[in-house]
């Protein structure tokens, strides 16, 4: 019966941390409940980085009453000084009797330390309720933390066929509106949006959100483009100081024109390189060092098929529309050389399908 109650109430707690997803970075999305006597007496989720952390807005609420609670916390309670101080002292000294958390912080600032300090004076600690719904709703956070670079998901859009433009190279559109919301919806949570400069020049995109929400947010461009081609007359040009942009090139690329977009808002980075190629690792780890957590690849056929083969894509969304258009010629979502063995094929985990509108939204993990 407890096993049921705890999961009732990590639930709710998950709810409230899911509010703020791809709100916190650099921290995580955390959510706590505190009960007492059966009753929620205080509730509270993490809204961003420098704000109160959610155990100490559940406690704020809970004022006298959280005194003999239980609190319920999506992620193990922090126990350093950070831009707030240690949620596990205020927990200690509102008098909460017991925390129940989903999942240990695999920062090492925290990584256990957390629940031995609770232990420590004497509150009771239980970890693991609903342990994987918790890590799937920090999966930007863990991978940043652990690796400090950020968790990439390549979306696409094709048809039926496997195709993601004619062979003329229309690809307006491949999907219904719903699906163009999602993918909207897509970039609303992530740090930052990355294409390449083919993409720029085939279609000329503004990659910002659109959705007619109030916590609408635009992700950083990231633009791929060795030899610096970005068109001065570009949307991404014209609404750089509206929104961030960020150019990686080779240093081969052109000094003057990189003077003339950075006088236009948009930055330039220039990588240790030479040729058509960028070092796509040094990009993710320049990202990460800016405190990205998370990326959304919303790239063309050669650089998902670049991504892919370095293994430095964590996620997979395919949007399959019911639609096809044929074409030897038509490109394919992944392009490259390609496996010459069918046992050399990446295999995928977790797959989940849902249907949206008349597309169907394919997800899946790459477990390297």
Known sequence: MQQIIDEYYMQRALNLAARARGRTSPNPAVGAVLVKDGQVVGE???RQAGTPHAEVMALQKAGEN?????????????????RTPPCCEAVINQGVVRVVAAILDPNPLVAGQGIARLQKAGVSTEVGILQEPARRLNEFYFKYIREGRPFVTLKTAMTLDGKIATHTGDSRWISSEAAREYVHRLRNLHDAIMVGIGTVLADDPQLNTRLNIEERRDPLRVILDPGLQLPLDSKIVASSWEQGTLVFANRTGEPEKAKILEERGVEVFSLEGEGPVLDLDLVLKELGQRGICSLLLEGGAEINAAMLEKRLVDKLIWVIAPKIIGGKTAPGPVAGPGRQLMSEALRLDDMQMEKLGPDFILTAYTGW
């Open 66 to 82: 959280a005194r003999g609670a239980t609190l319920y916390v999506t992620l193990e309670p922090c126990c350093h000084f950070g």
């Open 44 to 46: 509270g989720y993490h």
